[in-house]
């Protein structure tokens, strides 16, 4: 047996199969899996097996950390005693003569995601490596945990429902302050968010506008979230508190038909029908991923984090501050995301606020992935190279 510090249980090794594009059927992950290997290693070590063909001759190292935020306010009135941002970075930060941090990548992810989902091959594979875009050798990359997310402070972690009513504000100005205090980072070279972290993207770009040279948001709308986009998050919202099993919040066990309902819309609104077709061809295969996703779902899903993730979103709304925005701001959504349909005319409208701002509609193919293709930086990575050339200036 090898020496045990660390469990790693089947929800963790899904995740990671996730995160690093592996298939998550894969007989030897499943079969690792149901044994429980107890592996004496910690986190950071075995996430670097999973992305050090990403990484290879790279000299600069990964690190993970949490920062305390005490006595921290939200926008609804509520105070944390302690706030605890939780992130990993890669690389070193560079300084100019003035003390002016110059190679600052800010990384956001989506609801229900976590910075760690950037390590795997689809993302830091294609970003990370020695002379791709984002080479760590010369970027500093920051991938914190949300506020509600990861290994941040949550409703799970204790508080359940009586956790502070965050939202994206409050989201965004826990980064501010996680870096600036942080990690002692004054300027940013790129803020890349994808779906939730887009639309932190433009909250950034509107609160702090000088704090960035690049914007990219990936996989978002900057207006208030209506129409179809509302009304699944709220029948997922309904879904949790109308569960008899919820309880307000202080259940026991987790309540078990709010997270398959949960589950139901994070399938479709994340899905691909091109990549959907491919992968499931026939009945029974489909039916064998349902009930997988279901399995998993009531295995790592936390009813009052959910909740809290879908909620945050109910006052977002940057339309009317778009002009604010200072930074050249590449926005890319792909034409077969359910989440932002592109028949809206929505992206192509607003763009327009925004002094130095273009958008991008990338063609539905069997390349893209749905509202996932935001992750999938060899889909887009093209539009990065021409905003990091476009505001090196």
């Not at 204790?158 to 870096?179: E, K, T």
């Not at 691909?272 to 009930?291: F, G, S």
Request: proline fraction near 6%; hydrophobic fraction near 40%.
């Amino acid at each position: 047996m090898w020496p045990s510090r660390y469990i790693f249980n089947c929800r963790f090794l899904d995740n990671l199969n996730i995160m690093s594009g592996r298939d998550p059927s894969n007989k030897v992950e499943l079969r690792w899996c149901s044994m429980k290997f107890r592996v004496g290693v910690p986190l950071l070590a075995l996430l670097l097996i999973y992305i050090a063909p990403a990484l290879r001759g790279q000299q600069s190292a990964m690190e993970e950390g949490n920062f305390t935020i005490k006595n921290f306010s939200f926008r609804s009135g509520e105070t944390l005693p302690e706030l605890r941002q939780h992130y990993i970075t890669l690389g070193k930060p560079v300084h100019n003569p003035q003390g002016e941090v110059t190679n600052a990548v800010l990384i956001l992810h989506g609801t229900g995601g976590s910075g760690q989902q950037f390590l795997g091959p689809i993302f830091a594979g294609e970003l990370f490596g020695p002379g791709q875009l984002l080479d760590t050798n010369h970027y500093y990359i920051i991938l914190p945990d949300s506020i509600g997310h990861g290994k941040s402070s949550k409703p799970s972690d204790g508080l359940h429902a009586h956790f502070p009513q965050y939202d994206y504000d409050d989201m965004v100005s826990a980064q501010y302050r996680l870096l600036t205090e942080g990690l002692g980072v004054n300027h940013l070279r790129l803020i890349l968010g994808t779906s939730m972290g887009c639309m932190h993207s433009f909250v950034w770009g509107e609160t702090y506008p000088d704090f960035m040279d690049a914007l990219m948001p990936l996989a978002c709308l900057p207006v208030q979230i209506a129409g179809r986009n509302r009304l699944w998050r709220k029948m997922a919202v309904d879904a949790i508190q109308n569960d008899p099993e919820w309880k307000q919040g202080e259940y026991t066990q987790e309540p078990r038909q709010a997270l398959l309902a949960w589950t139901n819309f994070l399938i479709i609104a994340g899905s691909a029908p091109q990549q959907m077709q491919k992968t499931m061809p026939a009945r029974d295969v489909a039916d064998k991923y349902l009930e997988g996703a279901y399995q998993k779902g009531l295995e790592s899903l936390d009813a009052n984090d959910i909740l809290y993730q879908v909620n945050a979103s109910r006052n977002y709304d940057p339309s009317r501050q778009l002009s604010k925005i200072k930074a050249p701001v590449m926005q890319i959504n792909s034409a077969d995301d359910f989440v932002n349909p592109p028949m809206l005319g929505i992206a192509e409208r607003e763009i327009k606020k925004v002094k130095n701002g273009q958008f991008v509609l990338i063609p539905a193919s069997d390349q893209t992935y749905g509202h996932g293709t935001h992750t999938h930086a060899a889909v887009w990575k093209q539009y990065l190279a021409e905003l990091l050339e476009r505001s090196a200036q």
